[in-house]
């Protein structure tokens, strides 16, 4: 498929690198202010390149994307909430055109769902976000093997970031603002954190999960969130007595969706460590089903749009 990329950030930038190695050919990639565009598809490294090197990646404005000859979107801007903008416009111009959209930015399918789905319908286009969910771990591709309405709830760790910290709490007796400053040093947390330690992150992704399970219906503001921030270093080492410790697990299911600290046993599934990521899918013919792996980073997230992009074949 030729491809046009919204978004030059790390999995922008990954997807461009990995869609040759697919079969896939990038004709268009745009950051906030200048895009590349090449019928016969762009040289992506070339363009990058450029960008690294403080100059425009190309020579064209980012809107030119929409008019080169491509058969899917990949929209990897920055996720927004509330209106989830500019991603959810990029999406429904794609759509208007009858073109498919695969999106890694998570905006628009846990803050405006039900829109897309009706901006999906009335097109000749297709929308896939496998990446929005676990990164690499195919989260929404087992559901649908599944079937959503065989699934009754689905939970685990979904935030590298906060597991990060509460891992090296609980292994060190550290605090957490202590744990935190290590984790920017190391750049597992960003210089801003909040999006990740106030639960804001994992409970996007599982928002989206409930709209697939239920069909539409939630956003953010439908989710009950607590974060890890108050989570005391002493609270963990009681855990550790009694043989367990504290994830910051979310759940969804058609009711809604909780994300929050939790006691889970010390050896169990969902007691993942460092940046690891686990999702485990409930349902009534095959009981539980565990996914675990990478639940970030460009080249693990660039893997599931490609993989979307294939299921467009």
């Given at each position: ?43 992506a490294d070339a363009a990058l390149g450029r960008k690294e090197a403080g100059d425009p990646l190309g020579s064209h404005e980012p809107e030119a994307v ?82 959503p309405e065989s699934v009754t709830a689905v939970r685990g760790v979904l935030n590298g970031t906060a597991n990060f910290i509460l891992t090296r709490m ?65 609270a963990l080492e009681l855990a550790s007595e009694d043989g367990r410790t504290i994830r910051l697990i979310g759940e969804a299911t058609r009711e809604g ?57």
């Amino acid at each position: 498929m030729d491809l046009a990329i919204l978004g030059a950030g790390a999995v922008g930038r990954s997807v461009a690198d990995l869609a040759d190695d697919y079969g896939h050919r990038v004709v268009a990639l745009a950051d906030s202010t200048h895009a590349a565009v090449a019928e016969e598809g762009i040289e992506a490294d070339a363009a990058l390149g450029r960008k690294e090197a403080g100059d425009p990646l190309g020579s064209h404005e980012p809107e030119a994307v929409f008019d080169a000859p491509y058969d899917a979107l990949v929209e990897a801007t920055p996720t927004t909430l509330g209106d989830a903008e500019p991603g959810f416009s990029h999406v429904e111009r794609a759509l208007a055109d009858d073109r498919h959209v695969v999106l890694a930015n998570k905006g628009p399918v846990a803050e405006r769902y039900d829109e897309l789905r009706e901006l999906e319908a009335a097109s000749a286009g297709s929308v896939r976000f496998e990446a929005t969910v676990g990164g690499a771990i195919p989260v929404l591709s087992t559901i649908e093997d599944c079937t959503p309405e065989s699934v009754t709830a689905v939970r685990g760790v979904l935030n590298g970031t906060a597991n990060f910290i509460l891992t090296r709490m609980a292994a060190e007796g550290l605090d957490y603002d202590h744990v935190l400053a290590e984790a920017q040093d190391l750049g597992v947390a960003e210089a801003d954190p909040t999006f990740d330690v106030d639960g804001t992150d994992a409970a996007l992704k599982f928002v989206i999960l409930a709209n697939v399970l239920g069909g539409g219906g939630f956003s953010l503001a439908d989710a009950t969130v607590d974060g890890i921030q108050d989570v005391p270093g002493s609270a963990l080492e009681l855990a550790s007595e009694d043989g367990r410790t504290i994830r910051l697990i979310g759940e969804a299911t058609r009711e809604g969706v909780r994300v929050g600290p939790r006691l889970v046993p010390e050896n169990g599934a969902l007691a993942v460590t460092g940046t690891r990521n686990i999702v485990q899918i409930e349902t009534r013919e095959a009981g539980s089903l565990h996914n675990s792996g990478r639940g970030a980073g460009g080249p693990e997230t660039a893997t599931a749009v490609l993989a979307d992009v294939g299921r467009l074949d």
